[in-house]
């Protein structure tokens, strides 16, 4: 890939933005690209979870204005109902990328060093969790270029900061530091330094990596499952996923492991 890099080592997938001297703003090469790194990191056994990263000054300018006008071009048809289709589903296809985060079989962790901004904030809801250092800083910035957030934020930022914290970011577009970010649910956390940021995410995804594969994607399932449905549907949904993947070789392997007073070792 051209705008993202990828690594494995130890069962934690790394994918970073690498667009650094656009500030990581998302271009459409940056976009499909994205939706192939999720792809790629459910579809490799040996990749248990994926911490997502960038490289440079900042981890996510948001959506390239250049791209923003191609976008906004696609409109011009001498139908005006066509063109509005046709932007219509360029707007589903970007939804469609935020999403493969969230569809992606393994655990994504947000790594937040620096300024992310309007579609870094898409990227991050979608993502597990989030972890920043104190220099790190969020804005949810559409609304100063006269857009409505469209591609995931309004959607899921309520459930992770509240409706009204949600409504005063979308609103105002302020930025808010990496201990405000943490004061207000965005982050799990916020480190002293990007270097310590990096130390405590890594940290965290081994010790995700060294858990039942099995359990850690059904974990995932039904977390994200639940948030849209009610709790009778998770309910049902959780028994049934059960019924299907509970007899398993993590499961005897767990057993064992915990008799025997020793860490488990799973297949990937």
């Not at 981890?59 to 906004?72: P, R």
């Not at 857009?147 to 302020?174: C, F, H, K, N, W």
Request: glycine letters at 8%; a negative charge; aromatic letters at 4%.
């Amino acid at each position: 890939m051209k705008t993202i890099q990828t690594s494995i080592e130890d069962g934690v997938a790394q994918i970073r933005f690498d667009r650094a001297d656009k500030a990581n703003a998302l271009d459409a090469t940056m976009w499909r690209e994205l939706r192939e790194a999720m792809q790629w990191l459910d579809e490799t056994p040996e990749a248990r979870v994926g911490v997502l990263s960038a490289n440079g000054k900042h981890f996510c300018a948001g959506i390239d204005l250049a791209m923003l006008d191609e976008l906004v071009g696609s409109a011009t048809d001498a139908c005006e109902g066509r063109g509005r289709e046709r932007l219509r589903r360029g707007i589903l296809d970007l939804q469609d990328v935020i999403t493969s985060i969230e569809r992606c079989r393994k655990p994504v962790i947000a790594a937040v060093h620096a300024a992310c901004i309007g579609g870094g904030i898409d990227i991050i809801t979608a993502c597990d969790f989030r972890h920043c250092c104190d220099q790190a800083w969020f804005s949810v910035k559409e609304i100063d270029v006269g857009l409505v957030a469209d591609v995931g934020t309004l959607q899921r930022l309520p459930g992770i900061v509240g409706e009204g914290m949600a409504r005063e970011l979308s609103y105002t577009g302020r930025r808010v530091d990496g201990p405000e970010a943490l004061r207000i649910g965005l982050v799990n956390a916020s480190h002293a330094s990007p270097e310590a940021l990096h130390e405590a995410v890594q940290a965290l995804a081994r010790q995700i990596a060294s858990k039942s594969p099995l359990s850690v994607r059904g974990i995932k399932e039904m977390i994200t499952y639940v948030r849209d449905h009610t709790v009778a549907d998770g309910l049902n949904h959780v028994a049934t996923w059960n019924a299907a993947m509970l007899l398993s070789e993590d499961l005897r392997e767990a057993l064992a492991a915990a008799r025997e007073r020793r860490a488990g070792v799973y297949r990937d």
